[in-house]
């Protein structure tokens, strides 16, 4: 992997996590809709909206720079619906991300893997 593949690896990771904390969020807002006055779904809505969409943008340019398969991918794309499966992908993208930069160094530097 290049250090492309290993920056778009980040913004996944990096935007994963805040789309999970923003799901559970909406999904908050909408049970105190439903048993108080407090209603911030409408504002809350857009936020995780937006944050899905970049999720989903970052997503598939990982996705097309990793040259991931068919499965790996769909794993990913449905951590990013269920409520904190934006956790687990972060932790997951994590290790991808250190693993490319680590190649991208060692074949930078010539090193060839044994």
């Not at 778009?8 to 789309?19: I, K, Q, T």
């Not at 944050?51 to 068919?70: E, G, T």
């Amino acid at each position: 992997m290049d250090l492309k593949t290993a920056s778009a690896l980040r913004r996944l990771r990096l935007v994963s996590a805040p789309e999970a904390i923003s799901f559970l969020l909406l999904l908050t807002c909408s049970v105190l809709k439903r048993t108080t006055e407090f209603d911030a779904v409408k504002p809350m809505g857009y936020i995780h909206g937006f944050l899905f969409v970049l999720y989903v943008l970052f997503w598939a340019d990982a996705w097309n720079r990793a040259k991931w398969p068919l499965g790996r991918a769909a794993l990913y794309f449905v951590l990013s619906v269920l409520p904190t499966g934006g956790f687990f992908a972060e932790r997951k993208l994590k290790g991808e991300a250190e693993s490319a930069v680590i190649a991208s160094r060692a074949r930078r530097e010539g090193v060839v893997n044994a």
